[in-house]
C-alpha cells in the first residue's frame, strides 16, 4: 500500500474523533453531537506539527478554481423499492445491465483511493441504497478506513427502521430521509406504493438512536406541496430535525418547469410570515444549506438554494454513479469512466491521473436553471440525488384515508402522537374528501363538494335562498384613488411593509349556468371526463394557492385555509359556488377567494363544454372580507 501523504496524516492528527494522541493515552470519543474538547497540550502539539510539516490538499482533488473536493457521493444501486412521478421519466429507464454496474470490491477500491487523497466524508446513495443486501457491510468497511470521518446515508425511509440499529453499529453515523409531504394519501399518488407510515416510522427509529439532528429533505414544487411548508417547520418545535427545503432542480425527463419551482426567498418570505423569529445560523465551510431556527424549537430549518443562488463557488463535491462513472457536477453531463479503467487493470497512480484530470476540467459554475433545463444529462434516480417533483396531486383522494399515525411499532407510535397528532388535526386535513347526496325540498337528488369536511359548515353553503349576513352589510369605506398605479399612471405594486398583520378572511362566490342536459350528467356523475364537482373543487384549492402568480400585482399570501363549495340548484340547472381564504398577515385575501371561485367556475364550464356550449359563468362576486384597516365588507 502506498504511503499516507502529509496532508492526510495532518487531518487525522487534527481531528477530534482520534484514536490517540502523543503520549500514547487513549482519547475518549466524544458521543454524536457532543463537541470535542481536546486538551490545552494536545492542541498545542497539533498546532505544531501543522506549522511544521503542512502539506497542502491531494492535488488530484483539487480543481482549477482552488476548491478541494473532500465529500465523496457514491451510488449503490439504480434500482428504487418506488416508483415515484418526478424521480423517474415518462418512458421509464433502462437499469443498467448488473455485470456493468461497480462491485462491492470496486466500490471500496474507489472508496479508500478518494480517503487516501484526502476526501473525510462518504455519502451512500441510490436509487434507494438500502435495498442493495450488503449495505450493512459496505457501511462497515467504509468505516475502517484510516481518514473517514464521516458515512452518511439518504434514504427514502421505507427501509430504514428494519436497518438503521445495524447501521449504525456498523458505523453509520448521518441520516437524511426524504419525504415531501406529510399527507399520506399524497405521499400515496406521488410514489405509487404505500409506505407513508414506515417513513415517519424510520425517521422515529433515528432520533432514538441518538442521531441529531435527523436530516428531512423536502423538494418544494408550486401547485404541489408548498402549501405545506409551515406544517413542515412546525415539526422542528418538538422534534430535532433539520427540514431542508430543496428547489425543485431539472433532470433529464422530470418536465423541469421555472413556474414549478418555489425560491428560496419566497419560501422564507412565507415562514417568517408565521415566525417573525425566524434566526440565520452560521454557515458552515462547503455548506449547501442556508441554516435558519425558530427560538425555542428543538429542530431547525434549511434551504438548499442550487436555482436561486448557487453555491458552486464552495462545492466540495464529487459524485460517482452505481455504473462507476465519476461526475464532477451534478447539474454538469461530463463523465469518466472508473470502472472501464479500473477493469482494464489500470494502477492507483493511473486512476489518480484520471480522476485529477476530471476535477481540473470541473467548471467555476453550473449553467444556470434555464440553461440546464436545455441540457442532456442522466435522470436523477441513475445519478443518487434526491426525490424532486414533477406533476400536480390527482383529481380525488377518495380512495385514500388519512391516518398519519399508522406506526406499526408501539413506542414509535407514541411519539409521533405526542409530537405530530397535534399539528396535523389542527390544520384539519381531511380524512377523505367528502362527496354526499343529499335531498332538497322538492325531491331532486342534489349532490354537494366541499373541501372543508366540518359537520357545521353545511349550515354555511351557498343554497337557492338568500342567506343572511353575519355582520352588518355594506361596504366599508373606501379610497378613491387607485392603489396599483403611481403618479405617472403606470403599474406599481402595493408596499405592505408597514402595515399590521391582522387575520384575514374573505368570501367569494361564481355560478355557471349549464342548462339541462349538461346538469343531469353533473348530477348524475355521468361526464366522461370525470367527477366534475371533485376536479373543480381541488381547481379552486389550487388556484387560490396561485393567484400571486396569475394576478401580476397581487402579494403572495401564505394561506392557513382555502374552502371550496360547489352545490348544484336543479331550479336553475347550476353550479353553485363559494370559496373562502383565511391567511394573518399585512394584505387581503380576496383576490385568493375571487381566483378560487372562478376557477373553479371555470373548470366546471371545461368539464361540460363538449356536452353543450350554451353554458354560462356568471355572479362572480365578493360576498364578504374581513381585518382590513378599511373595515369589514358583507354583501347584503
Known amino acids: 500500500m502506498a504511503a499516507r501523504p502529509a496532508s492526510g496524516i495532518v487531518r487525522q492528527l487534527l481531528r477530534s474523533n482520534a484514536r490517540g494522541c502523543s503520549s500514547g493515552a487513549p482519547v475518549t470519543q466524544p458521543r454524536p453531537g457532543e463537541p470535542s474538547r481536546p486538551t490545552r497540550e494536545g492542541l498545542s502539539l497539533r498546532l505544531q506539527f501543522l506549522q511544521e510539516h503542512a502539506a497542502p490538499f491531494s492535488a488530484f482533488l483539487t480543481d482549477s478554481f482552488g ?4 465529500y465523496l457521493r457514491i451510488s449503490l444501486t439504480e434500482k428504487c423499492n418506488l416508483r415515484c412521478q ?10 443498467t445491465p448488473k455485470a456493468d454496474l461497480l462491485t462491492t470490491e470496486e466500490i471500496l477500491t474507489l472508496a479508500r483511493l478518494f480517503v487516501k487523497e484526502g476526501v473525510d466524508k462518504i455519502r451512500l446513495t441510490g436509487g434507494e441504497p438500502l435495498i442493495r443486501p450488503d449495505v450493512v457491510d459496505i457501511v462497515a468497511r467504509l468505516h475502517g478506513l484510516e481518514g473517514l470521518r464521516t458515512i452518511g446515508l439518504t434514504t427514502n425511509g421505507i427501509n430504514l427502521a428494519r436497518l438503521l440499529p445495524r447501521l449504525q453499529q456498523a458505523g453509520l453515523n448521518a441520516v437524511n430521509v426524504s419525504l415531501d409531504t406529510l399527507v399520506p ?7 405509487r406504493r404505500k409506505g407513508f407510515h414506515k417513513v415517519m416510522e424510520g425517521i422515529h427509529k433515528a432520533i432514538e438512536l441518538g442521531y441529531k439532528p435527523v436530516k428531512v429533505n423536502c423538494v418544494v414544487m408550486r401547485g404541489l406541496n408548498e402549501d405545506e411548508l409551515l406544517d413542515f417547520v412546525a415539526l422542528t418545535e418538538g422534534l430535532p430535525l433539520d427540514v431542508r427545503f430543496i428547489e425543485y432542480m ?4 422530470n418536465k423541469w418547469n421555472f413556474k414549478k419551482m418555489v425560491s428560496y426567498k419566497e419560501m422564507l418570505d ?4 408565521r415566525w417573525p423569529g425566524l434566526e440565520k ?10 441554516a435558519f431556527k425558530i427560538p425555542g424549537f428543538q429542530g431547525q430549518i434549511s434551504f438548499i438554494t442550487s436555482m436561486s443562488e448557487h453555491f458552486c463557488g464552495t462545492c466540495n463535491r464529487l459524485r460517482i454513479t452505481a455504473d462507476g462513472n465519476l461526475k464532477v457536477c451534478l447539474f454538469g453531463n461530463s463523465e469518466v469512466s472508473l470502472r472501464d479503467h479500473l477493469r482494464a487493470g489500470a494502477s492507483e497512480e493511473e486512476l489518480l491521473r484520471i480522476i485529477g484530470a476530471a476535477v481540473g476540467r470541473k467548471k467555476r459554475q453550473h449553467a444556470g436553471m434555464f440553461n440546464i433545463a436545455q441540457m442532456k444529462n442522466r435522470p436523477m434516480i441513475l445519478i443518487g440525488v434526491l426525490l424532486m417533483l414533477q406533476d400536480s396531486p390527482p383529481a380525488r383522494w377518495s380512495n385514500f384515508s388519512w391516518d398519519p399515525l399508522r406506526v406499526r411499532n408501539p413506542s414509535a407510535r407514541q411519539c409521533l402522537s405526542d409530537q405530530m397528532a397535534s399539528l396535523w388535526k389542527r390544520h384539519c386535513i381531511p380524512t377523505a374528501l367528502p362527496l354526499s347526496q343529499q335531498c332538497l325540498g322538492s325531491g331532486s337528488p342534489q349532490r354537494h363538494y366541499s373541501s372543508y369536511p366540518d359537520p357545521d359548515t353545511h349550515s354555511k353553503c351557498l343554497s337557492t335562498g338568500s342567506q343572511a349576513p353575519d355582520a352588518p352589510s355594506g361596504p366599508g369605506p373606501t379610497s378613491n384613488q387607485l392603489t396599483h398605479v403611481d403618479s405617472a399612471g403606470r403599474a406599481s405594486m402595493v408596499d405592505v411593509g408597514g402595515k399590521p398583520e391582522t387575520e ?11 342548462g339541462p342536459v349538461a346538469f343531469k350528467l353533473v348530477q348524475q356523475n355521468q361526464l366522461k371526463k370525470g367527477d366534475a364537482l371533485v376536479v373543480a373543487q381541488l381547481a379552486g384549492v389550487q388556484a387560490a394557492k396561485l393567484t400571486s402568480q396569475l394576478i401580476p400585482l397581487c402579494h403572495h399570501v401564505a394561506l392557513s385555509h382555502v374552502q371550496v363549495h360547489l352545490e348544484l340548484d336543479s331550479t336553475r340547472h347550476a353550479v353553485l359556488i363559494q370559496a373562502s381564504c383565511r391567511a394573518r398577515g399585512p394584505t387581503g385575501v380576496e383576490m385568493e377567494a375571487l381566483t378560487s371561485a372562478a376557477m373553479a367556475a371555470l373548470t366546471v364550464y371545461d368539464m361540460c363544454k363538449a356536452v353543450s356550449r350554451d353554458i354560462v359563468v356568471t355572479e362572480v362576486k365578493l360576498i364578504s372580507k374581513t381585518g382590513g384597516q378599511r373595515g369589514d ?3 347584503a
Open 504 to 514: 384575514r378572511v374573505a368570501v367569494a362566490s361564481a355560478m355557471v349556468l349549464l
Open 86 to 95: 418526478y424521480c423517474m421519466p415518462e418512458e421509464g429507464v433502462s437499469l
Open 67 to 70: 476548491r478541494q473536493h473532500s
Open 633 to 635: 365588507f358583507h354583501r
Open 281 to 290: 445560523l452560521p454557515e458552515e465551510d462547503s455548506s449547501t444549506a442556508k
Open 270 to 273: 412565507t415562514i417568517r410570515q
Open 250 to 253: 431539472p433532470f433529464d425527463g
Open 185 to 191: 394519501a399524497k405521499f400515496e399518488f406521488i410514489v
